[in-house]
């Protein structure tokens, strides 16, 4: 039995130790975001920092969305300060960015959630969203925002209130 006490903690945590979400660079988003688009699989790109405890604590969570989603979706982190670019529109950490596909005009349509998941089913949600559920949401503080960028994207904006 003491045994069993001791390597109880190897085997609670072994699944997240040798599991981890992809680090990939900013050019290697691009492409994944290109790829995403042709082939229809949904993908979220999770901005994070080394240093940022939300960020650490929501790492098993998007692992544990990623087994269960499988090949259905792609789920891949960038470190913030590894990107001079990012550090000027990310507000907080960690943000994700889910791209959605394209609408009806061609135009790419992302979702954006700012602040650290607290369940595996929030993560769920925001693959589940629709196309045109987002383009339906209106400007305001309880769903969110949406807007039209000038490189043609839309992003609607999942802001946590906590």
Known sequence: MKKLLLILPLLLTSNLAFAKIQIVSEKKVDDLVEESLKSHQRLMV???????????????????????LGDKVRIVEIDIDKSKDLKQVVRALPTQVVVLGIDEDQKPIFIRHEGAFQSVDEILKMFDTKIEDVKKQNDSEETGSTSNKSDGRVEYTVQDRR
């Open 46 to 68: 999770v901005v994070f920092a080394k240093w940022c405890s939300w960020c650490k604590v929501e790492e098993p969570l998007l692992v544990e969305a990623q087994k269960r």
